[in-house]
């Protein structure tokens, strides 16, 4: 019996917005179960958490500042919609990170439950962004980009970013944290891995 022909499917307005807003709050409870446990990621996320360790600085305000410069090659490369739509992504993911503190509360928030499960939310958040045309910024833009021109896998330059990120936090977090963050980019990583290929999803 032969097989029907895969079918390209469109996102309406209503889905694009559905997800970015899902996928948004995805990424921010897990960067708040992160910052609860003294965890970090890679990337720009993990920049922005080691910086606001070490600081003291505001970790939403550093995610927002230190996205804003990957949006040029996102500009000039991934095209006019994904970069407005990731700009959204980025200023709603640190809105909210802002917020969470005074509405979510993890007092008893075991760390290396905070790796997997809070890793598993950001993994999960950055799917639903990248399979409607968007993304969190950073790294995150660099992978697409060479996913979509290169046919090498986002998730996996994903996840080697982040571990090399998380690596570097030695001077700054405890070795244990630093076990447990790269047990979360891993997390983060094997989500974009086994659900983001070229070819797998094709909605657009």
């Not at 917020?99 to 008893?108: D, G, I, K, N, S």
């Not at 996840?159 to 983060?188: K, Y």
Request: net charge positive; aromatic share 10%; charged share 10%.
């Amino acid at each position: 019996m032969p097989t029907s022909p895969l079918i390209r499917l469109t996102h309406s307005w209503l889905d694009d917005g559905h997800a970015l807003v899902a996928g948004s709050l995805f990424v921010a409870l897990g960067m708040t179960m992160f910052a609860h446990a003294g965890l970090l990621t890679g990337g720009v996320a993990g920049v922005a958490f080691l910086v606001s360790y070490a600081t003291g600085l505001n970790l939403a305000l550093c995610f927002f500042v230190f996205s804003l410069p990957f949006f040029w090659l996102s500009w000039k490369r991934l095209g006019v919609e994904f970069t407005l739509k990731s700009l959204g992504a980025v200023t709603l993911v640190s809105l909210c990170t802002a917020l969470a503190p005074r509405v979510v509360r993890f007092e008893l928030l075991n760390p290396w439950v905070a790796s997997v499960v809070g890793g598993f939310l950001i993994g999960f958040g950055l799917l639903a962004l990248l399979r409607h045309h968007a993304s969190v910024g950073g790294v995150n833009i660099v992978a697409q980009w060479l996913q979509q021109t290169r046919s090498m896998r986002a998730g996996y330059i994903q996840m080697a970013v982040d571990v090399l990120v998380v690596l570097t936090a030695f001077a700054v977090v405890p070795p244990e944290r630093v076990l447990q963050s790269v047990v979360g980019a891993v997390a983060i990583g094997a989500i974009l891995a086994l659900n983001h290929r070229p070819g797998r999803y094709l909605g657009v």
